[in-house]
Protein backbone atom coordinates (compact mmCIF):
# COMPACT_ATOMS: atom_id res chain seq x y z
CA UNK A 1 0.00 0.00 0.00
CA UNK A 2 1.00 3.65 -1.67
CA UNK A 3 1.12 6.01 1.76
CA UNK A 4 1.75 9.66 2.50
CA UNK A 5 3.68 10.37 5.10
CA UNK A 6 3.61 13.64 6.96
CA UNK A 7 5.06 12.50 10.39
CA UNK A 8 8.61 13.21 10.16
CA UNK A 9 8.30 15.25 13.51
CA UNK A 10 8.17 11.17 15.58
CA UNK A 11 10.94 9.55 12.98
CA UNK A 12 12.11 10.10 9.28
CA UNK A 13 12.68 7.42 7.00
CA UNK A 14 16.49 5.80 7.14
CA UNK A 15 18.43 7.45 4.04
CA UNK A 16 19.92 4.53 1.60
CA UNK A 17 23.64 5.94 2.17
CA UNK A 18 23.27 5.69 5.77
CA UNK A 19 21.94 2.14 5.49
CA UNK A 20 25.07 1.25 2.95
CA UNK A 21 27.67 2.66 5.45
CA UNK A 22 25.55 0.75 8.72
CA UNK A 23 25.41 -2.86 6.75
CA UNK A 24 29.36 -3.63 6.92
CA UNK A 25 28.97 -3.22 10.69
CA UNK A 26 25.46 -5.26 10.97
CA UNK A 27 27.23 -8.36 9.01
CA UNK A 28 31.26 -8.90 8.62
CA UNK A 29 32.39 -6.27 11.30
CA UNK A 30 30.50 -7.74 14.31
CA UNK A 31 33.16 -7.63 16.45
CA UNK A 32 33.01 -6.62 20.25
CA UNK A 33 34.33 -2.78 20.30
CA UNK A 34 36.10 -3.88 23.67
CA UNK A 35 38.07 -6.44 22.27
CA UNK A 36 41.39 -6.56 21.78
CA UNK A 37 41.52 -8.74 18.67
CA UNK A 38 41.08 -7.18 15.18
CA UNK A 39 37.89 -7.46 14.61
CA UNK A 40 37.07 -5.49 17.53
CA UNK A 41 39.52 -3.04 17.07
CA UNK A 42 38.20 -2.31 13.91
CA UNK A 43 34.85 -1.57 15.29
CA UNK A 44 36.90 0.53 18.26
CA UNK A 45 38.23 2.74 15.34
CA UNK A 46 35.03 2.87 14.03
CA UNK A 47 32.88 4.11 16.75
CA UNK A 48 36.22 7.21 17.86
CA UNK A 49 36.36 8.10 14.04
CA UNK A 50 32.32 8.40 14.41
CA UNK A 51 33.20 10.54 17.80
CA UNK A 52 34.96 12.63 15.88
CA UNK A 53 32.63 13.42 12.86
CA UNK A 54 30.07 14.30 14.95
CA UNK A 55 32.63 16.72 17.06
CA UNK A 56 33.34 18.20 14.19
CA UNK A 57 30.00 18.94 12.92
CA UNK A 58 28.39 19.96 15.78
CA UNK A 59 31.61 22.58 17.38
CA UNK A 60 31.96 20.15 20.10
CA UNK A 61 35.32 18.09 21.44
CA UNK A 62 35.32 14.35 20.55
CA UNK A 63 35.62 13.61 24.26
CA UNK A 64 32.22 15.71 25.05
CA UNK A 65 30.57 13.38 22.90
CA UNK A 66 29.03 10.25 24.14
CA UNK A 67 26.60 8.07 21.98
CA UNK A 68 23.28 6.59 23.76
CA UNK A 69 19.96 4.65 22.62
CA UNK A 70 17.94 7.67 22.07
CA UNK A 71 17.32 11.51 22.85
CA UNK A 72 14.88 10.13 26.29
CA UNK A 73 17.87 8.26 27.90
CA UNK A 74 19.93 11.30 27.20
CA UNK A 75 17.82 13.56 28.65
CA UNK A 76 17.44 11.29 31.57
CA UNK A 77 20.94 10.38 31.84
CA UNK A 78 21.24 14.56 32.91
CA UNK A 79 18.45 15.22 34.82
CA UNK A 80 19.25 12.28 36.72
CA UNK A 81 22.71 12.07 37.19
CA UNK A 82 22.73 15.75 37.91
CA UNK A 83 21.12 15.07 41.26
CA UNK A 84 23.33 12.38 42.02
CA UNK A 85 26.51 13.79 40.77
CA UNK A 86 26.53 17.51 41.01
CA UNK A 87 24.08 17.34 44.09
CA UNK A 88 21.16 19.34 42.28
CA UNK A 89 18.14 20.20 44.00
CA UNK A 90 16.45 22.37 42.01
CA UNK A 91 15.15 22.55 38.35
CA UNK A 92 13.78 24.87 36.11
CA UNK A 93 12.04 23.56 32.93
CA UNK A 94 8.72 24.07 30.84
CA UNK A 95 5.56 22.77 31.48
CA UNK A 96 5.07 22.33 27.54
CA UNK A 97 8.37 20.15 27.33
CA UNK A 98 8.95 16.52 25.96
CA UNK A 99 7.53 13.54 28.44
CA UNK A 100 11.13 12.35 28.49
CA UNK A 101 11.66 15.44 30.75
CA UNK A 102 8.31 16.10 32.33
CA UNK A 103 7.96 12.52 33.61
CA UNK A 104 11.23 12.37 34.95
CA UNK A 105 11.06 15.81 36.66
CA UNK A 106 7.75 14.09 38.25
CA UNK A 107 9.36 11.11 39.42
CA UNK A 108 12.45 13.16 40.91
CA UNK A 109 10.11 15.65 42.89
CA UNK A 110 8.21 12.64 44.53
CA UNK A 111 11.09 10.36 45.23
CA UNK A 112 14.25 12.58 45.16
CA UNK A 113 12.57 15.71 46.61
CA UNK A 114 13.89 17.81 44.02
CA UNK A 115 11.82 21.47 43.67
CA UNK A 116 11.20 21.61 40.26
CA UNK A 117 9.57 24.79 38.86
CA UNK A 118 7.79 25.75 35.42
CA UNK A 119 8.72 28.96 33.69
CA UNK A 120 5.51 30.80 32.46
CA UNK A 121 5.09 31.14 28.44
CA UNK A 122 4.37 34.62 26.71
CA UNK A 123 1.13 35.08 24.79
CA UNK A 124 3.22 33.46 21.76
CA UNK A 125 4.10 30.35 23.43
CA UNK A 126 7.54 30.96 23.74
CA UNK A 127 9.22 31.50 26.97
CA UNK A 128 9.13 33.70 29.32
CA UNK A 129 12.79 35.64 30.04
CA UNK A 130 11.66 37.28 33.00
CA UNK A 131 10.13 34.92 34.86
CA UNK A 132 13.28 32.89 34.41
CA UNK A 133 15.29 35.90 35.27
CA UNK A 134 13.19 35.88 38.22
CA UNK A 135 13.49 32.12 39.37
CA UNK A 136 16.81 32.09 39.01
CA UNK A 137 17.38 35.31 40.79
CA UNK A 138 15.92 34.09 44.09
CA UNK A 139 17.07 30.80 44.55
CA UNK A 140 20.19 29.48 46.63
CA UNK A 141 20.36 26.19 45.52
CA UNK A 142 22.64 23.93 42.90
CA UNK A 143 19.91 24.98 39.50
CA UNK A 144 19.62 23.26 36.44
CA UNK A 145 17.62 24.62 34.22
CA UNK A 146 16.11 22.44 31.27
CA UNK A 147 14.51 23.37 28.30
CA UNK A 148 13.84 22.06 24.68
CA UNK A 149 15.57 24.31 21.69
CA UNK A 150 12.19 23.08 19.38
CA UNK A 151 8.93 22.26 20.97
CA UNK A 152 8.33 18.99 19.18
CA UNK A 153 4.36 19.60 18.80
CA UNK A 154 4.00 23.26 18.09
CA UNK A 155 7.70 24.08 16.38
CA UNK A 156 8.40 26.68 18.72
CA UNK A 157 12.33 28.23 18.66
CA UNK A 158 14.34 28.48 21.96
CA UNK A 159 16.75 31.42 22.11
CA UNK A 160 19.38 28.92 23.60
CA UNK A 161 22.09 31.81 23.39
CA UNK A 162 19.95 34.33 25.41
CA UNK A 163 19.46 31.21 28.24
CA UNK A 164 23.08 30.13 28.22
CA UNK A 165 24.26 33.68 28.88
CA UNK A 166 21.17 33.77 31.21
CA UNK A 167 22.42 30.77 33.22
CA UNK A 168 25.87 31.68 33.43
CA UNK A 169 24.86 34.46 34.95
CA UNK A 170 23.17 33.29 37.70
CA UNK A 171 25.68 29.84 38.17
CA UNK A 172 22.89 27.62 37.01
CA UNK A 173 23.83 24.76 34.25
CA UNK A 174 22.10 24.53 31.26
CA UNK A 175 20.79 21.54 29.67
CA UNK A 176 18.61 21.53 26.31
CA UNK A 177 16.44 18.98 24.34
CA UNK A 178 18.05 19.14 20.42
CA UNK A 179 16.47 16.07 19.58
CA UNK A 180 14.34 17.97 16.51
CA UNK A 181 17.11 20.34 16.10
CA UNK A 182 20.30 18.66 15.45
CA UNK A 183 20.86 17.83 11.89
CA UNK A 184 18.04 21.12 10.95
CA UNK A 185 20.30 23.92 12.07
CA UNK A 186 23.78 24.16 11.95
CA UNK A 187 25.06 24.16 15.79
CA UNK A 188 28.13 25.06 17.34
CA UNK A 189 28.25 24.02 20.90
CA UNK A 190 31.73 25.78 21.16
CA UNK A 191 29.56 29.06 20.50
CA UNK A 192 26.55 28.15 22.93
CA UNK A 193 27.03 28.39 26.85
CA UNK A 194 25.64 24.86 27.03
CA UNK A 195 26.49 21.95 29.56
CA UNK A 196 24.05 19.18 28.28
CA UNK A 197 22.62 18.64 24.89
CA UNK A 198 20.19 15.86 23.80
CA UNK A 199 20.01 14.18 20.15
CA UNK A 200 18.41 11.24 18.27
CA UNK A 201 19.28 10.27 14.62
CA UNK A 202 16.12 9.04 13.53
CA UNK A 203 14.65 12.87 13.45
CA UNK A 204 17.24 13.46 10.41
CA UNK A 205 16.97 10.21 8.50
CA UNK A 206 19.75 7.94 10.80
CA UNK A 207 18.39 4.44 12.37
CA UNK A 208 16.32 4.45 15.51
CA UNK A 209 18.01 3.84 18.76
CA UNK A 210 20.94 5.89 18.33
CA UNK A 211 21.13 9.07 20.21
CA UNK A 212 23.64 11.85 21.37
CA UNK A 213 24.49 13.13 24.79
CA UNK A 214 27.15 16.08 24.70
CA UNK A 215 28.16 16.95 28.02
CA UNK A 216 30.84 19.92 28.29
CA UNK A 217 34.59 19.60 29.07
CA UNK A 218 33.40 21.84 32.00
CA UNK A 219 31.00 19.49 33.95
CA UNK A 220 31.64 16.46 35.37
CA UNK A 221 28.98 13.78 35.39
CA UNK A 222 28.48 10.37 36.85
CA UNK A 223 26.90 8.05 34.44
CA UNK A 224 23.57 6.31 35.14
CA UNK A 225 23.79 3.24 33.39
CA UNK A 226 26.77 1.02 35.78
CA UNK A 227 28.54 -1.92 34.37
CA UNK A 228 31.69 -2.00 32.55
CA UNK A 229 33.88 0.85 31.03
CA UNK A 230 32.26 1.43 27.97
CA UNK A 231 31.65 5.37 26.46
CA UNK A 232 34.05 6.77 28.91
CA UNK A 233 32.72 5.01 31.41
CA UNK A 234 29.60 6.67 30.77
CA UNK A 235 27.56 4.08 29.93
CA UNK A 236 28.08 0.66 30.40
CA UNK A 237 27.09 -1.94 27.86
CA UNK A 238 28.48 -3.20 24.42
CA UNK A 239 28.23 -0.26 21.87
CA UNK A 240 25.60 -0.37 18.83
CA UNK A 241 28.38 0.12 16.36
CA UNK A 242 26.45 -0.16 13.16
CA UNK A 243 23.82 2.37 14.72
CA UNK A 244 26.87 5.40 15.82
CA UNK A 245 27.94 4.69 12.38
CA UNK A 246 24.64 5.69 10.84
CA UNK A 247 24.18 8.50 13.03
CA UNK A 248 27.58 10.21 11.65
CA UNK A 249 27.08 9.30 8.48
CA UNK A 250 23.35 10.56 9.07
CA UNK A 251 24.11 13.88 10.29
CA UNK A 252 26.90 14.54 7.79
CA UNK A 253 24.68 14.24 4.91
CA UNK A 254 22.24 16.26 6.51
CA UNK A 255 24.56 19.01 6.98
CA UNK A 256 26.11 18.85 3.92
CA UNK A 257 22.62 19.65 1.90
CA UNK A 258 21.01 21.96 4.56
CA UNK A 259 20.53 24.89 3.25
CA UNK A 260 18.78 23.38 0.22
CA UNK A 261 17.18 21.55 2.37
CA UNK A 262 15.54 23.84 4.64
CA UNK A 263 14.65 26.16 1.92
CA UNK A 264 12.71 23.22 0.33
CA UNK A 265 10.47 22.30 3.38
CA UNK A 266 9.76 25.84 4.47
CA UNK A 267 8.25 26.26 0.86
CA UNK A 268 6.26 23.23 1.36
CA UNK A 269 5.50 23.86 5.39
CA UNK A 270 4.03 27.86 3.86
CA UNK A 271 2.34 25.86 0.86
CA UNK A 272 0.67 23.96 3.47
CA UNK A 273 -0.56 26.12 5.88
CA UNK A 274 -1.61 28.43 2.67
CA UNK A 275 -3.83 25.69 1.83
CA UNK A 276 -5.26 24.91 5.21
CA UNK A 277 -6.00 28.87 5.50
CA UNK A 278 -7.70 29.20 2.50
CA UNK A 279 -9.94 25.87 3.46
CA UNK A 280 -10.70 26.26 7.15
CA UNK A 281 -9.46 29.76 7.57
CA UNK A 282 -12.51 30.29 9.67
CA UNK A 283 -12.15 27.51 12.06
CA UNK A 284 -8.81 25.93 12.44
CA UNK A 285 -5.81 27.62 14.86
CA UNK A 286 -2.79 28.08 13.99
CA UNK A 287 -0.36 26.62 17.08
CA UNK A 288 2.71 26.82 15.13
CA UNK A 289 4.97 30.19 15.13
CA UNK A 290 5.75 31.25 11.72
CA UNK A 291 9.41 31.70 12.82
CA UNK A 292 9.44 28.11 14.29
CA UNK A 293 10.91 25.04 13.52
CA UNK A 294 10.15 24.77 9.45
CA UNK A 295 9.46 21.13 9.38
CA UNK A 296 6.44 21.13 11.71
CA UNK A 297 3.47 22.41 11.19
CA UNK A 298 0.44 22.01 13.86
CA UNK A 299 -3.22 23.69 13.31
CA UNK A 300 -6.41 22.91 16.01
CA UNK A 301 -9.81 22.12 14.59
CA UNK A 302 -13.15 22.19 16.63
CA UNK A 303 -14.02 19.19 18.55
CA UNK A 304 -16.90 17.51 16.83
CA UNK A 305 -17.48 13.64 16.04
CA UNK A 306 -15.80 14.30 12.48
CA UNK A 307 -12.75 15.95 13.78
CA UNK A 308 -12.60 13.45 17.13
CA UNK A 309 -11.29 10.56 14.40
CA UNK A 310 -9.80 12.69 11.83
CA UNK A 311 -6.13 10.67 12.35
CA UNK A 312 -7.64 7.44 11.99
CA UNK A 313 -9.88 9.01 9.14
CA UNK A 314 -6.85 9.84 7.23
CA UNK A 315 -4.74 7.25 7.98
CA UNK A 316 -7.54 5.11 5.97
CA UNK A 317 -6.57 7.09 3.23
CA UNK A 318 -2.96 6.40 3.45
CA UNK A 319 -2.38 9.64 4.98
CA UNK A 320 -0.08 9.79 7.93
CA UNK A 321 0.28 12.89 10.53
CA UNK A 322 -0.16 13.04 14.64
CA UNK A 323 -1.83 15.09 17.25
CA UNK A 324 1.68 15.55 18.94
CA UNK A 325 4.39 13.44 20.34
CA UNK A 326 4.64 10.03 19.63
CA UNK A 327 6.15 9.80 22.51
CA UNK A 328 2.16 10.37 24.48
CA UNK A 329 0.20 9.02 21.23
CA UNK A 330 -1.17 6.71 23.45
CA UNK A 331 -2.67 8.83 26.06
CA UNK A 332 -6.17 9.35 26.55
CA UNK A 333 -5.88 12.93 27.89
CA UNK A 334 -4.55 14.08 24.74
CA UNK A 335 -1.48 16.44 23.77
CA UNK A 336 0.06 18.21 26.86
CA UNK A 337 1.63 20.88 24.97
CA UNK A 338 -2.28 22.18 23.22
CA UNK A 339 -3.92 21.38 26.52
CA UNK A 340 -1.61 24.45 28.22
CA UNK A 341 -1.11 25.92 25.77
CA UNK A 342 -5.02 26.19 23.93
CA UNK A 343 -7.67 24.51 26.68
CA UNK A 344 -10.83 25.03 24.80
CA UNK A 345 -12.21 21.88 23.02
CA UNK A 346 -10.18 21.17 19.61
CA UNK A 347 -8.41 18.16 17.89
CA UNK A 348 -4.32 19.05 16.94
CA UNK A 349 -3.07 17.54 13.55
CA UNK A 350 0.47 17.80 13.52
CA UNK A 351 2.30 17.84 9.94
CA UNK A 352 5.49 17.62 9.67
CA UNK A 353 8.11 17.43 6.69
CA UNK A 354 10.98 16.48 5.18
CA UNK A 355 12.72 16.47 1.78
CA UNK A 356 10.77 13.59 0.50
CA UNK A 357 7.79 15.43 0.74
CA UNK A 358 5.71 17.15 -2.26
CA UNK A 359 3.35 19.76 -2.77
CA UNK A 360 1.29 17.19 -4.88
CA UNK A 361 1.41 15.13 -1.90
CA UNK A 362 -0.24 18.24 0.01
CA UNK A 363 -2.76 18.77 -2.57
CA UNK A 364 -4.01 14.97 -1.63
CA UNK A 365 -4.23 15.55 2.06
CA UNK A 366 -6.36 18.59 1.37
CA UNK A 367 -8.71 17.05 -0.64
CA UNK A 368 -8.51 14.02 1.58
CA UNK A 369 -9.66 16.87 4.40
CA UNK A 370 -12.57 18.32 2.19
CA UNK A 371 -13.83 14.81 1.85
CA UNK A 372 -13.51 13.87 5.66
CA UNK A 373 -15.10 17.11 7.01
CA UNK A 374 -17.34 18.17 4.16
Do not use: W
Request: glycine share 6%; with cysteine; net charge neutral.
Amino acid sequence: MSFIYFDNAATTALSNEVLEAMMPYLKSNFGNPSAIYSLGRVNRLAIEESRKTVASLLGAKASEIFFTSCGTESSNTVLQSVVDSLDCTHIISSPIEHPATLNTLKTLAKNRNIKVDYVKLTKSNDIDFDDLEQLLSTTDKNVLVSLMHANNEIGNLLDVERVGNLTKKYNALFHTDMVQTIGHYPISFFKLKVDFASGSAHKFHGPKGSGLLYISSNVKLGPMIIGGGQERNMRAGTENVANIIGFAKALELSLAQLEKDQTFIRELRSYCLNELLKHYGNIIKVNSAEDGLYTVLNVSFPQNEKTDILQMALDMKGICVSGGSACSSGAAVGSHVINHINPTANVPLRVSFSKHNTKAEIDTFIIALKELLA
